[in-house]
């Protein structure tokens, strides 16, 4: 069983920047498809971004596309998703997901891993 622990949220105003680093550990990272995924209140969880355990091969929400980045450093077993241009609807829990599958369609399934979550507040 892989442990997740997100961190990096905050409260923000609209058109700024926050970075999130989901850490892992108990098992093999640098094997792992890892996502990233909010829920707003009131809302289901919705798939932000994901990146395929090698790094090469991302996939964006069209929504955060142009605006958030994912990136991973597995020697450091973490996952980052860079979100610039943050609008109010970003607003969320976002959590993050280890050992999903991101298949060649781009789209990403997730696995039961999830960590806890991290709040992000985008005041207008």
């Known amino acids: 069983q892989v442990q997740l622990v997100e961190s990096g949220g905050g409260l923000v105003q609209a058109g700024g920047s926050l970075r999130l680093s989901c850490t892992a550990s108990?098992?093999?990272?640098?094997?792992?498809?890892m996502g990233w995924y909010r829920q707003a209140p009131g809302k289901g969880r919705e798939f932000v971004s994901a990146?395929?355990?090698?790094?090469?091969?991302?996939g964006y929400l069209d929504s955060v596309k142009d605006r958030f980045t994912i990136s991973r450093d597995n020697a450091k077993n973490t996952v980052y998703l860079q979100m610039n241009s943050l609008k109010p609807e970003d607003t969320a829990i976002y959590y993050c997901n280890a050992g999903g599958t991101f298949s060649s369609t781009g789209r990403y399934y997730p696995s039961p891993s999830w960590g806890q979550g991290t709040q992000v507040t985008v005041s207008s």
């Open positions: 108990g098992r093999t990272f640098s094997n792992y498809d």
């Open positions: 990146i395929r355990w090698r790094g090469g091969i991302t």
